[in-house]
């Protein structure tokens, strides 16, 4: 499958866990997005990476929240101490540098308990 | 921050009908606007439009930008029950990576 893929696609975990979640673009796509999305909205953009620098980050985004993209392939995004707002489906999409059209990933479903 | 609004937020249609979705976004740098289909799933592309007046078409989706009057519609003729699914907008800006979405405009198409 030469789709973005996101692993794990659920995770249910306890109020004040960490959790992490993976990102594989598509792989000749340099840029990649996370976005969160909750029930009855659109997408809300989170961070932007071009190869493995973070140029934009949501300044609605908690310190809570950190993503990685170390060598400009998979991201991570981590989520510390979690809280029961942050139960979301978190997504990840890519795209080349010359077209706007983004390319999501299935997500990651986040339950905290 | 630049606000994306679609409506109407629900409709529900029968087989057969045409539908006309609306987006209407704010001014302020605009650079392009984009729809995506998500079924229980991910948000695939549908369109980008970028300039004013010139029509995107693909099969009995159709979708045409107004960057005068700030909105951007998307058509759907004959209907079948494989269109139900959320429709959302979402734009870009000159200056920044974000793309910014709507709410979505969830559909419905009865057999």
């Known amino acids: 499958d030469t789709g973005v893929s996101q692993n794990p696609r659920h995770k249910i975990t306890k109020r004040g866990q960490n959790v992490t979640f993976r990102c594989d673009p598509i792989?000749?796509?340099?840029?990649l997005y996370w976005y969160r999305q909750t029930l009855g909205q659109g997408p809300e953009f989170l961070t932007y990476?071009?190869?493995?620098?973070?140029?934009?980050k949501s300044r609605l985004l908690s310190d809570r929240f950190s993503a990685e993209r170390p060598k400009g392939s998979f991201s991570t995004l981590e989520i510390q101490r979690t809280e029961q707002g942050d139960s979301a489906m978190y997504l990840c999409?890519?795209?080349?540098?010359?077209?706007?059209?983004?390319?999501f990933g299935p997500g990651t479903r986040l339950t905290v308990l | 921050e630049d606000k994306v609004v679609q409506s109407p937020l629900s409709l529900v249609v029968h087989e057969g009908d045409t539908v006309t979705l609306n987006c209407s976004y704010e001014?302020?740098?605009?650079?392009?606007l984009l729809w995506y289909k998500q079924e229980k799933k991910a948000p695939t592309f549908l369109f980008m439009l970028?300039?004013?007046?010139i029509e995107k078409k693909s099969g009995r989706l159709s979708s045409i930008l107004d960057k005068k009057e700030l909105f951007s519609i998307l058509n759907i003729t004959a209907t079948q029950t494989g269109d139900s699914a959320v429709y959302l907008c979402?734009?870009?800006?000159?200056?920044?990576?974000?793309?910014?979405f709507g709410t979505g405009t969830r559909l419905k198409v009865l057999a």
């Open positions: 999409a890519s795209s080349l540098p010359s077209l706007n059209e983004q390319f």
């Open positions: 792989s000749e796509h340099n840029r």
């Open positions: 990476f071009q190869n493995e620098a973070q140029l934009e």
């Open positions: 001014v302020t740098n605009f650079r392009s």
């Open positions: 970028t300039s004013s007046g």
């Open positions: 979402a734009r870009t800006t000159s200056g920044t990576y974000k793309y910014i």
